[in-house]
Structures are given as structure tokens and as C-alpha cells.
């Protein structure tokens, strides 16, 4: 990795605005910017938005970014005609997919099955068969995979290809060379093969991944070729690293590869810099939410780490590669209020971009989140993005009264209310699924508000949740991409080893655990990664004979397999609050590789000596008393460490605003975040 160059620039790019950020190695100083999101050509926002930043690109070591391409590819069925080459008499693996229906749909009699992303006449099977320890049981039939790959391409017109074949996990030589017979008959066609994606067992999962790689593929390389292409016009020859779905960064060249990897690689940022926020503040237990533009976006940080998933599903696809356990609802700034009936909803729909919420001034016509903060005087349409957006209030406040106001036969500020009303019940909904489902109680949590319309909403959810406190970082606005400059580069290895404990050797784990970090320090070696900062870490996923899911168990530094049971027994406990006597099975086993980067450090500022004096204040209505009342302004930048804020309050910043009521007061700590209380009831 170059070390010339001192700057490392990170660009998150959302539905309505990409955030930029720059960090000079030398000096510490972090620049940032906001620019609009350009949904036609998504590169030129991100141009823009460099060139917002005044980023040095020639003198840059590293460009991080994390896109929604993917995941929004999948979202709005926009993706690429993907075609499936599989083993004979397999092809409806995929179609046939699991029995259990999802929890909104289990006793919905009206129920119908998705649409499959790849119809039956686009799944193709061919001779070759592997038997479940990875021996040939049947030569693979290199000719009809020829013949099936032509046929996808000429009679259905596909633009990409997904191979997978039953247990490749164990044994990817079929694979591998009918990858390379498709690669070499239809040379314009994306290939993704499930055993470069994944090492584990379960063949509809297996192909459900490598279809949803496929299926973004070609957009993705398109995407990330043609920004590539335009850092360089810029005079960028750094490294450019794209953010992991479950963490850190891979670079470019990787993410292509298998660019599944990257499907909810924005959201993933702000957990990154969420971990290293709680870390320097004392707090290992956090609740994140991330409320942008279009969507709000929940999880969890358990003793200082984001909770990982590895059998997350999207859009009712299941995928079997690590993934932050991320809520993701339409309650964004921009998500739309409109009425069912007599009934207000809000969202899922947003105004994104363009046209945006009316008080953009863009030409919107349908009221938004922004909008209702807008009327409820928690936004100064004055000093919008600092004053860089001319809003138009009067705009916003008319479409208020005419789509929501006037048909509910009310105000405009209680329509207003009304909407963040249904917004929030909605974000409590979903934070709900990630806490108290999963046996976790939130008031044990503090919560970290970013995201541009985060600070103004998320201190009542706290209220609503009864957690005591909520965290807003520097920058808030921006956080997913500081989270970025915070990310080292990271890897994933995973094979299944199914063995009850009890058959297991420890030397034959060890042996198993010694490949896949081999396989880690050679990739990150490849990647100009030196030796001592290279770190690699070693678990297990356990479970009791019988049982379907499994727990992870962190495996270093074991001496014995009692001390692994030891660890998955307290594990299960923890989780499901109890343990059995049945016997112990191992699953997978995963490496983590991790290659340490250079990265922004937080550091301490210098005390105030008073309580801050506000700059003036403005009406605003107050979730508390339940009315509008005057609320103190006051400027972020003219904060210190041990500063004091009572509510109800507004804490402007150009790029957001930090919204608390009247039984919530603020301090700000030694690194300069704002700490915001909420007050006991009586």
C-alpha cells in the first residue's frame, strides 16, 4: 500500500446526498462536504462531491467508498438478466427454496410467493457430480456447459451467469472450470461463482448468493470502472477500497469479484466509526441509527462490536456471506406522508434526490419528514446546508396544509407532528426487532444519532424507548463516511466442518484454521499489506446436535476442546438463557483477516469554564409539553467540553440540526460529542 502520499479520502454516496470526507495524515485536520446525489450518472455525484471537499486526489493514498448501488439494484428489481448453470436434475433448487413463510406473510391466506429472479427457462442444468466429502462422483461435462451458456446467452439474452453446484463448498474443481469454459465461449458475459463467494454448505442459500451477485454484477463493475476511470483523470493512483457489507473495506479489484460483498457497504461505515466512537467514550453497548435522505437505518453494537450476521436475507433472498445486522425502513428526510383513507403513513417511498422534499425548492410536490421538521420550526429555512440551499417554506407548509392538513380536517402543525408521529413508531418498530426480539433490553444501550435528519429525530426515540442517553458524534451528518476513514481492510474465510465435539482433535482444527489464515495473509499480502499489520481472527460456529442455528464462539487462543465448549455453552446461555446436555457440534469454521490502516484519531479538547450562552432562540414545538414553546439556539462550533444545555434546545451545525425537548438536557464530552439526557419520570 503507498505511504507517499498523506491524504485518504472517503465518499459515502445515499439516496439524496453523497458525503465526503477528507484526512490529512500529517496535520489530523478532517475536511467535510455535502453534495446532491446524482441518481442518472451516481459518479458525477461523487466527483462533485470530491471536488465540494477540495480533496487533493494526487496527493491521496487511499479512496474508501461505500454505495447503495447494489442494494438498490436488488430493492427496485433493476438488476441484470441473470441466467443459472447448475447440476442436472438440480435446476429448481432454487425455486423450490425453503418451506417456512416470513413472519408478515405466516398467516397472511392471501399470500403469494415473490417473483424469482431467474425463471425456470433461464436455469440450466449439466452432467457432473460431486458427492458430499467433495470426491467426483461424475466428470463434469465441460461440452453442455459450453451448450448451456451459449443458450442463456443467445436465445435469453442473459448478462450474466451464475454457477453453482452441489457441494462445491468442499471442492470448488467444478466450479472453477465451468467458470472458465462460460468465461471463454461468451467473453461479455459476468460470471459469479458460489465458491468464490462463500465456503459453506446449504445449496439453495449457496445459490440464492450467487445469484444475487450475478444479478448485480454487471452494474457494479460498470459503476466502479467508470468512477476508477474518472479518479484517475483526477490524478488519483492510490488504492481504492470499496466498504464490506459486514465490515472494513476490500479493495476495488476484489469488490468486483464479488461485489455481493458490497450489497449494504453505506450503511456499513457508520457502524465502523459508531465501534470506534464507543470505544474512546466508554460505551461497548449501542443502539445506531443512521436517518438519511430516503431510509433509517437500525443496529446493534454488543461489547463494542456491530452484530454479524451470516444468514441475513434481502428482499426474501437469503445470502450466506457475513452482513451487519441492519434494519433498514423507509423513513428517511425524504420519505413521502401521504394518507391511506383517513389514515397517514409515512413512507416507504422518498422524494430521494430529485425531485426532493418541497422545501428543496426542485421542484417536489408531495411532504416529507424534512418537510413536517421544517413546520414544526426545527429547521431554519434560512441557513439550510449552511446556506449553500435557497428552501422554500412557504412551499413546504402549503403542501402540508393541501395533502395532509386539509383532508384530515386539521393543522397544519398537527399534520406535522402527526408525521413524525407515524415515523417514529415505525423506527421504534424496527429497532424493537433488533433488541427486545432478540432477547436484549434497550434501555441497557446508549444510542448514536447520525445521518443528516438523525440529531433532529432520534433523541425521541430515545424518549420513546426509555433509553437514558443519546450520542451525537462530530460530524453527524457525514458519520458513515468518517466510519470509513476509520475502516481497516478485511477479509473473510469460512469452511463447514460439520463434527460433533466429541470427534473432533484439536491439532485437526488447528490444521483446518492454519489453511484458511494461510489463504487470509496471502490475500492480504497481495493487497501490499505488510506482516505487522496483518491480525487474524479465529471462530467458530457451534451449536447442540440437533439444533438448526448456530452460535459463534470466538476460538483464539484455545489450549483445549473443553475450553471451546466452556465458551459455546456461555455464549448460549447468554443468548437463549439456558444450556442443554446434548452434544456439542461443530459447523463452520471462519478466519477474519484484518489489515491494519492508518486512520483519523479522536482527540481530547480543552474544557470550557461556564455554561454556554445561546445565540438566540426560535418556536418550536416540543414533544415534552406538547406545545410550541421557545427553543435555545445554539452553534455547534462554539461548544466546549463540560458545557451544559438545558432543553428544549436546537444545536445547528451547517450540515444538520441537533433537535432535544424540554425533558431532555445536553453536556458535551472531552472528544467533543453531545451527550443528550433524558429525564427520569416521576
Avoid at 169 to 188: G, K, L, M, W
Avoid at 475 to 502: C, E, K, N, R
Avoid at 651 to 680: C, R
Wanted: hydrophobic letters at 35%.
Amino acid at each position: 500500500m503507498r505511504q507517499d502520499n498523506k491524504h485518504r479520502v472517503a465518499v459515502d454516496i445515499g439516496g439524496t446526498f453523497v458525503d465526503a470526507i477528507t484526512f490529512d495524515r500529517e496535520t489530523g485536520e478532517v475536511d467535510l462536504e455535502k453534495a446532491a446525489t446524482t441518481p442518472d450518472q451516481p459518479s458525477d455525484g461523487v466527483r462533485n462531491s470530491v471536488d465540494k471537499v477540495g480533496a487533493d486526489l494526487a496527493n491521496t493514498d487511499a479512496f474508501v467508498h461505500g454505495t447503495t448501488l447494489g442494494l438498490n439494484a436488488v430493492l427496485e428489481r433493476d438488476g441484470a438478466r441473470t441466467g443459472i448453470i447448475t447440476n442436472e436434475g438440480f435446476t429448481d433448487v432454487y425455486e423450490i427454496a425453503r418451506t417456512n413463510l416470513e413472519r408478515d406473510a405466516m398467516y397472511d391466506i392471501n399470500y403469494e410467493k415473490p417473483e424469482s429472479m431467474v425463471p425456470r427457462r433461464r436455469r440450466l442444468g449439466v452432467p457432473g457430480r460431486l458427492d458430499a466429502d467433495g470426491a467426483v462422483v461424475e466428470e463434469l461435462d465441460e461440452a453442455a456447459v459450453r451448450e448451456a451458456a451459449i443458450e442463456l446467452v443467445e436465445e435469453h439474452d442473459v448478462d450474466s451467469i451464475a454457477i453453482c453446484f452441489l457441494h462445491a463448498y468442499q471442492n470448488d474443481q467444478h466450479e472453477q472450470a465451468a467458470a472458465a469454459v462460460v468465461r471463454e465461449a461468451c467473453p461479455d458475459v459476468s460470471v459469479s461463482v458460489s465458491s468464490d463467494i462463500t465456503g459453506e454448505y446449504r445449496e439453495y442459500e449457496r445459490t440464492s448468493t450467487a445469484v444475487l451477485d450475478s444479478y448485480i454484477k454487471p452494474i457494479f463493475e460498470n459503476y466502479v470502472d467508470t468512477l476508477d476511470g474518472a479518479l484517475s483523470e483526477d490524478g488519483f493512483d492510490g488504492s481504492f477500497f470499496i466498504t464490506r457489507s459486514g465490515g472494513g473495506t476490500l479493495t476495488a479489484d476484489s469488490a468486483k469479484t464479488a461485489p455481493v460483498h458490497t450489497i449494504l457497504s453505506g450503511p456499513a461505515g457508520g457502524l465502523i466509526g459508531a465501534s470506534q466512537v464507543g470505544d474512546v467514550a466508554g460505551r461497548d453497548n449501542l443502539i445506531t441509527v443512521d436517518m438519511g435522505g430516503t431510509s433509517l437505518d437500525a443496529a446493534v453494537i454488543e461489547d463494542g462490536s456491530p452484530v454479524v450476521k451470516y444468514d441475513s436475507t434481502l428482499e426474501h433472498q437469503p445470502m450466506l456471506i457475513p452482513v451487519y445486522d441492519i434494519r433498514t425502513i423507509g423513513a428517511g428526510g425524504g420519505s413521502i406522508a401521504w394518507l391511506d383513507g383517513d389514515l397517514l403513513k409515512v413512507g416507504p417511498e422518498s422524494a430521494g434526490a430529485e425531485p426532493g422534499p418541497i422545501c428543496y425548492n426542485n421542484g417536489g410536490t408531495e411532504p416529507t419528514v424534512t418537510d413536517a421538521g421544517l413546520a414544526l420550526g426545527y429547521l431554519d429555512p434560512a441557513d439550510f446546508l449552511g446556506g449553500d440551499m435557497d428552501t422554500a417554506e412557504q412551499a413546504a407548509i402549503d403542501g402540508i396544509r393541501s395533502k395532509l392538513a386539509d383532508p384530515l380536517e386539521t393543522t397544519v402543525e398537527d399534520a406535522s407532528r402527526g408525521v413524525f408521529d407515524v415515523a417514529l413508531a415505525n423506527t421504534v418498530g424496527a429497532i424493537r426487532e433488533i433488541t427486545v426480539e432478540k432477547g436484549l433490553d434497550p434501555r441497557d444501550f446508549s444510542m448514536v444519532a447520525y445521518g443528516g435528519a438523525g440529531p433532529m429525530f432520534v433523541p425521541l426515540v430515545a424518549r420513546e424507548l426509555g433509553v437514558d442517553e443519546v450520542l451525537v458524534p462530530q460530524a453527524p451528518s457525514v458519520f458513515s463516511a468518517w466510519g470509513m476513514l476509520m475502516a481497516d481492510v478485511v477479509y473473510d474465510f469460512s469452511q463447514t466442518h460439520i463434527a460433533v465435539l466429541d470427534d473432533v482433535e484439536l491439532a485437526g482444527l488447528d490444521e483446518a484454521f492454519d489453511e484458511l489464515e494461510a489463504e487470509g495473509r496471502e490475500t492480504l499480502s497481495a493487497e501490499g499489506i505488510s506482516e505487522d499489520r496483518q491480525e487474524l481472527e479465529r471462530t467458530v460456529e457451534m451449536r447442540y446436535f440437533g439444533q438448526e442455528h448456530t452460535v459463534e464462539v470466538n476460538a483464539d487462543g484455545i489450549d483445549d476442546l473443553d475450553e471451546l465448549a466452556d465458551r459455546f455453552e456461555a455464549q448460549h446461555e447468554t443468548r437463549y438463557g439456558h444450556t442443554m446436555d446434548d452434544p456439542v457440534q461443530v459447523v463452520h469454521l471462519r478466519v477474519r483477516a484484518i489489515g491494519e490502516n492508518d486512520k483519523p484519531s479522536l482527540e481530547r479538547r480543552e474544557r470550557s469554564d461556564g455554561t454556554p450562552e445561546p445565540s438566540g432562540t426560535r418556536e418550536a414545538y416540543c414533544f415534552a409539553s406538547g406545545e410550541f414553546r421557545d427553543f435555545d439556539e445554539y452553534e455547534r462550533g462554539t461548544l466546549a467540553p463540560g458545557d451544559e444545555l438545558d432543553g428544549p434546545a436546537v444545536v445547528t451545525e451547517p450540515t444538520t440540526s441537533l433537535v432535544f425537548h424540554g425533558d431532555q438536557s445536553a453536556t458535551v464530552d472531552e472528544y467533543g460529542h453531545i451527550i443528550i439526557s433524558t429525564e427520569d419520570e416521576q
